[in-house]
């Protein structure tokens, strides 16, 4: 009766679309709004897991959606420099401007490892701030939910004890699932891997794994011959147990190379909607470690 | 409000009792408070926001150089039937030569505004301002003004900064129609509609700085436009957007040099109304829109441009004249041009493009020729020449990262009359400094 009760009057007070307009810049910051803003937020993701974070153009499709924005959610630490400033800049949209409270960087709330001390192009494309790729280190997306939280209370006072209550209950079931992960990865310990980018570090340095090596001859320049015939005589010497790289990356480097190295070849989600499995933050996890355990097998 | 509070309180109710007891309520208290003083740690100590850098504006530099051969001289260059653009629209210089050397310094300047300069340092070391704008940031509803000098929205590569095109120069079409590019001095006004697909529409005030129009001492706008795009995605591989722009102006005595039947100078120029509409559009494609491994452009515009007014001829600086009187009669054309291009990247690093170009002199009609009492067509030679110029131009360009760029070039060019322009060049663009954003 109750039941029945609340549903007649929340049909009378049931709003036509979400309190919060949220533009994501890559789909784990999409998975998150949507786990802290459940149906009082609506989530527009404007790349997606196959696509490199760092190529991405401002397409009209992206300004025509921060235009009617309310929360721009993104990584910052300049992954986004080479699109979002013209996206924004163009939206004609001031809620979303950098400063402003409808702009959120996960970089400012996250710990970043790989801070250059300096920074010289002659390095390849290194971020002055660190490391951007922070969201495969399960503590970083748990800070992130804090202030994400808190940033979406702030514009939308009125559910702020509603995006409380999802941080919470976000936060109970991530720690549990974080202490499984860590459980379940016990042998990934000390395993040396090959990567392609720079952009599995959080997850090599969170589970205690070693990058034995990248493909990438600097970052952001795609591999060449001369550097991985060079890559594949280090691993002779010292070898490594598999060749990780992301749904995104060109696969061929890393097939050629495992192959010759006669080592497994990993494909990791590397984030929400990598893989057929990972639709989520915590399947996105819970996939990612059972690829890399598959992979030391 | 009222609504919402019943809705709060039956979702209460319909809890159950365990979960509404005091001590939830009174944990969830707590939590706001801790919450609150979050917000208030995150607003005092803002985390370092990635800012385009601390106070300093972002500064970039490109450089740029050629090395070029061509069958036809690049400083006699013209397009014969069509009156010079004035613009710096010839091939580039034979040999080895610097190109625009472009310095780029933007910020934002506060909350509201947003500032930008792109100075270029010529080969023949002169400094020239190719934009100065203030943007606006704050206007809302999807409003942005700018002020000052700017590229005007009006076409497709006109927006495009040189170092960003597909190819080393540019279309026929701009080089004929508007000198390369359009960058007047003036206001711009931007309008993007609340919509899924991307609408924007635009109007421009300016001086008339340059060609179409003609630098003159006057009181109000020399030169005014409006432009409309869309765009969109299809699918989640494929990005367009296509538009439709008009530029009008009244050129006073748009003077140019000329020679006449015997090959002396002479001075002709133009006063009247010039009205461009530009057809453009863009496609790019990209396996699952990632383009880091092989992604494909398609671009064309068409222009088409009608001028009405009076023309002037004026063979008297000549020692020995050939009327030595100046003529003046009525004057219109009717003129139009169009290119395609498309660029293939298949394999990181290297890209492939090809490029058509055609104009068409179209319909002019000359009153001092049709009099025939004064000079005749043989003394227009730019304008009393039919001619539909063409070309036809192949790159491919290796990029070893995302700031450096060299590019082989071939073309032939029949820009003039009776005279093929076979171009072949090497080219190469450095970007130093901030990542600077580039436009779809």
């Known amino acids: 009766m109750r039941v029945l009760l609340s549903l007649l009057l929340c049909l009378a007070c049931a709003p036509a679309w979400a309190a919060l307009e949220v533009f994501a810049c890559t789909p784990e910051w999409g998975a998150l ?38 929360l721009v959610v993104c990584t910052g630490a300049d992954l986004e420099i080479g699109w979002l400033p013209l996206v924004l800049a163009q939206s004609g949209n001031p809620k979303i401007q950098p400063g402003q409270r409808g702009y959120f960087e996960a970089a400012g709330a996250a710990q970043l490892i790989e801070r250059p001390a300096s920074v010289d192009r002659a390095m390849g494309d290194v971020h002055a701030a660190g490391n951007p790729h922070l969201h495969l280190d399960p503590r970083n997306i748990s800070r992130v939910a804090k202030a994400l939280a808190a940033q979406m209370s702030m514009l939308d006072a009125q559910d702020a004890s509603y995006y409380i209550a999802r941080e919470l209950a976000f936060q109970v079931r991530w720690r549990e699932a974080t202490a499984r992960w860590e459980r379940e990865a016990e042998p990934l310990k000390d395993v040396p891997v090959v990567v392609y980018h720079k952009d599995l570090s959080y997850l090599i340095a969170w589970l205690g794994m070693r990058e034995a090596g990248t493909l990438e001859p600097k970052p952001g320049l795609p591999p060449t011959t001369a550097h991985l015939a060079s890559l594949l005589a280090q691993l002779q010497k010292a070898p490594a147990k598999m060749v990780v790289h992301a749904a995104y990356s060109d696969p061929r480097a890393a097939d050629w190379l495992a192959q010759q190295a006669k080592l497994p070849s990993v494909l990791l989600p590397f984030t929400v909607g990598g893989t057929e499995r990972a639709t989520d933050l915590f399947t996105l996890y819970d996939d990612t470690i059972a690829r890399l355990l598959a992979g030391t097998r | 409000m009222i609504r919402k509070c019943l809705c709060a309180a039956a979702l209460a109710a319909a809890m159950p009792p365990a979960l509404a007891q005091d001590a939830e309520v009174e944990k969830l208290r707590e939590e706001i408070r801790q919450l609150q003083g979050r917000v208030q740690a995150v607003e005092t100590a803002k ?47 034979r040999s080895l030569s610097l190109g625009e050397s472009e310095l780029i310094v933007a ?3 506060d909350p509201y505004f947003r500032g930008q300069l792109v100075a270029a340092l010529t080969p023949d070391n002169e400094l020239s301002v190719e934009e100065a704008f203030f943007q606006t940031l704050a206007l809302g509803n999807g409003f942005t003004l700018k002020g000052g000098r700017f590229l005007s929205g009006i076409g497709y590569q ?4 040189q170092h960003a095109w ?18 007047d001095d003036g206001l711009q006004l931007r309008w993007l509609a609340p919509t899924d697909l991307f609408l924007e529409l635009g109007g421009e005030v300016g001086r008339g700085r340059e060609f179409p129009s003609a630098e003159q001492s006057r009181n109000g706008a020399g030169a005014w436009s409006l432009f409309g795009h869309a765009g969109g995605d299809i699918g ?22 000329d020679v006449d039947s015997l090959g002396n100078p002479v001075t002709q120029s133009f006063s009247g109304a010039s009205k461009l509409w530009i057809a453009d559009f863009v496609l790019k494609w990209a396996p699952n829109g990632n383009a880091t491994v092989t992604n494909f452009k398609l671009q064309g515009e068409y222009f088409r441009r009608s001028e009405s007014g009076t023309i002037a001829y004026d063979d008297r600086a000549q020692a020995a004249p050939q009327f030595g009187t100046p003529f003046s009669g009525p004057y219109s054309s009717q003129q139009s041009g169009w290119y395609l291009q498309a660029v293939y990247q298949f394999m990181p690093r290297w890209r492939v493009g090809a490029r058509f170009d055609q104009l068409d002199s179209g319909n002019v009609s000359n009153a ?12 227009f030679a730019l304008l009393g020449t039919p001619h539909d110029p063409s070309r036809i131009s192949a790159m491919a360009d290796w990029s070893p990262s995302e700031f450096s760029r060299v590019r082989l070039q071939v073309a032939e060019d029949d820009s003039r009359a009776g005279a093929t322009d076979r171009q072949v060049l090497v080219q190469y663009i450095y970007s130093l400094g901030a990542h600077g954003a580039h436009k779809f």
């Not at chain 1, 937020?41 to 404007?46: F, L, P, S």
């Open chain 2, 47 to 93: 985390p370092r926001a990635s800012g385009e850098s601390a106070f300093n504006p972002a500064v970039s530099l490109i450089l740029q150089g050629t090395a070029a051969r061509s069958s036809q001289d690049p400083s006699s260059y013209q397009i014969t039937g069509f009156a010079p653009s004035g613009g710096e629209v010839a091939p580039a210089p």
């Open chain 2, 236 to 257: 989640v591989s494929t990005a367009w957007r296509a538009g439709l722009s008009y530029l009008y102006a009244k050129p006073e005595n748009r003077a140019f040099e």
């Open chain 2, 158 to 161: 006109n927006e495009i900064h």
């Open chain 2, 368 to 379: 001092i020729v049709a009099s025939g009492t004064g000079p005749t067509a043989a003394d």
């Open chain 2, 166 to 183: 597909d190819f080393q120069d540019a279309p026929l079409a701009y080089k004929a129609f508007l000198g390369g590019r359009y960058n």
């Open chain 2, 107 to 109: 910020a934002n300047v």
């Open chain 1, 33 to 70: 709004a949507r786990e802290l803003g459940g149906d009082r937020v609506g989530v527009y993701t404007a790349t997606t897991a196959l696509q490199d974070p760092h190529r991405i153009e401002a397409r009209p499709s992206l300004i025509a959606r921060a235009r009617r924005a309310d």
